[in-house]
């Protein structure tokens, strides 16, 4: 997976392995649902070796292992399925 980030020259690839972790300044403790793991933005890639990578589509930045299960940002966002089912479509 790899995301397009701006530069002078134009867009430039980069892939997710390289995109830089989320720090204590965007990232808040929480003690409830409201977690990075249950944001519409959190996605989990196989990274080299299958290692998982977390990460945030939001901020297009990763998250330390652990912190997805107790932290949140201010972009925090209802999943799409909680939201509308599973497949509003068919409805």
Known sequence: MRRAAGDAA???DQPVEEWPFLDQQVLVPSRSRKVCMTCHWFRH???VNCIP????????SL????EHLTHRCQGWTDDMAQQRGWAPEAG
């Not at 990578?53 to 297009?60: I, P």
């Open 63 to 66: 998250l330390a292992q652990g």
């Open 10 to 12: 134009g867009t430039l």
């Open 53 to 60: 990578l977390l990460t945030c589509q939001l901020h297009q």
């Open 45 to 47: 890639h196989s990274g």
